[in-house]
């Protein structure tokens, strides 16, 4: 290998990582939905790298396009720092809207009573229509749309140190080193982001809510529409 495409492998290696760790947007949103929706450590992770994948592959799908056009790094940029307000936007609204929802669902099932009457002799019970318990007059749940929203959230937001990384090895080395500088890159991001939501998710799976337990899609929202609030505004 080349000393020069070694160092930027280690480069590429070192900007997935931090570039991963410092961006809560790569791993809030499905912690919180993890939590909220009560998704199985499998789906957790498959949602995870579903997502991931889409993330790093339309980086560096433009990156590649760029290369072939000979688009100047300059513009790709731009172009990426277009999608990466459309990105948080994107998780500005379904977060608040989710978190809307959430509250909507919170005040709908709040704590209540049910009298069994007629032939069947239980006591009345209190309960929130949380979890599996569910009653005729529920309607059946519906099918869940949230991984499809927040992999097309994740497919418009740029890998930004990606585009520079593979601009360079194309133009002073050859395809195989941009190939290699680009699977670098997006194993490692992947791997932080599943490391991430993996041990969190765990984490948070022992914390007990008590009466905000009700809450916990308003507060998932919440916290992925102000994720999205911290990378627009605050540039993380």
């Known amino acids: 290998m080349n000393m020069d495409v070694a160092i930027l492998c280690w480069t590429a290696a070192t900007l997935g990582f931090v570039h991963t760790l410092l961006g809560p947007d790569h791993y809030l949103p499905?912690?919180?939905?993890?939590?909220?929706?009560?998704?199985?450590?499998?789906?957790?992770?498959?949602?995870?790298?579903f997502c991931g994948l889409g993330h790093v592959l339309s980086s560096v799908v433009l990156g590649l396009i760029g290369i072939a056009f000979g688009v100047a790094v300059m513009k790709l940029e731009a172009f990426e720092a277009f999608r990466g307000n459309l990105a948080a936007w994107g998780l500005i609204g379904f977060g608040f809207a989710y978190a809307a929802w959430g509250l909507h669902?919170?005040?709908?099932?709040?704590?209540?009573?049910?009298?069994?009457?007629?032939?069947?002799?239980?006591?009345?019970?209190?309960?929130?229509?949380?979890?599996?318990?569910?009653?005729?007059?529920?309607?059946?749940?519906?099918a869940n749309i949230t991984p499809w929203i927040l992999f097309t959230i994740f497919v418009l937001g740029p890998c930004e140190p990606l585009i520079p990384l593979l601009m360079y090895p194309a133009a002073r080395h050859s395809l195989s080193g941009t190939v290699l500088v680009a699977t670098v890159f997006s194993v490692v991001t992947i791997g932080t982001m599943l490391s991430i939501v993996m041990a969190a998710s765990w984490g948070i799976s022992f914390a007990?809510?008590?009466?905000?337990?009700?809450?916990?899609?308003?507060?998932?929202g919440g916290a992925i529409g102000l994720s999205g609030l911290a990378i627009q505004f605050l540039g993380l």
Request: glycine share 4%; proline share 7%; aromatic share 8%.
């Open 30 to 49: 499905f912690i919180v939905m993890n939590r909220a929706r009560k998704w199985s450590p499998a789906k957790t992770a498959w949602i995870t790298l």
């Open 105 to 142: 669902r919170g005040i709908r099932n709040r704590p209540h009573t049910h009298l069994h009457l007629k032939e069947r002799c239980e006591p009345a019970h209190s309960h929130s229509h949380d979890g599996e318990h569910f009653h005729t007059h529920e309607p059946a749940p519906k």
């Open 208 to 220: 007990r809510l008590g009466k905000l337990e009700r809450w916990t899609h308003a507060l998932a």
